[in-house]
């Protein structure tokens, strides 16, 4: 399995942004593909965005297409997700996640997980 570790969440107020790195380890990255999920207080955990292997292939949930985007750097290891036009209702935890497989963007069908970075988003 990868080690990941994410960064750059914060305080924004709604209309800004804000970008989320996922660094992970191991000398395998490109193999995975990558996913961002969200959690909200109270809530389940949700699909935000997932990156195929080489980052020509992406996914978004309905709510934020448009809004945001995910990309990846092989060389660096690393995920991102660029996050525009924020609003309160995506105030969340946000975690970074990685599998080798590909085709359905459930919580359980990632098997690395990062432990989070706070993103809140005031009106």
């Known amino acids: 399995q990868v080690q990941l570790v994410e960064s750059g969440g914060g305080l924004v107020q709604a209309g800004g942004s804000l970008r989320l790195s996922c660094a992970a380890s191991g000398r395998t990255f490109s193999s995975y593909a990558m996913g961002w999920f969200r959690q909200a207080p109270g809530k389940e955990r949700e699909f935000v965005a997932v990156i195929n292997w080489s980052g020509g292939s992406t996914y978004y949930q309905d709510s934020v297409k448009g809004r945001f985007t995910i990309s990846r750097d092989n060389a660096k290891n690393t995920v991102y997700l660029q996050m525009n036009s924020l609003k309160p209702e995506d105030t969340a935890v946000y975690y970074c996640?990685?599998?080798?497989?590909?085709?359905?963007?459930?919580?359980?069908?990632?098997?690395?997980w990062g432990q989070g970075t706070q993103v809140t988003v005031s009106s």
């Open positions: 996640a990685a599998d080798t497989r590909w085709g359905t963007w459930e919580v359980a069908d990632f098997r690395s």
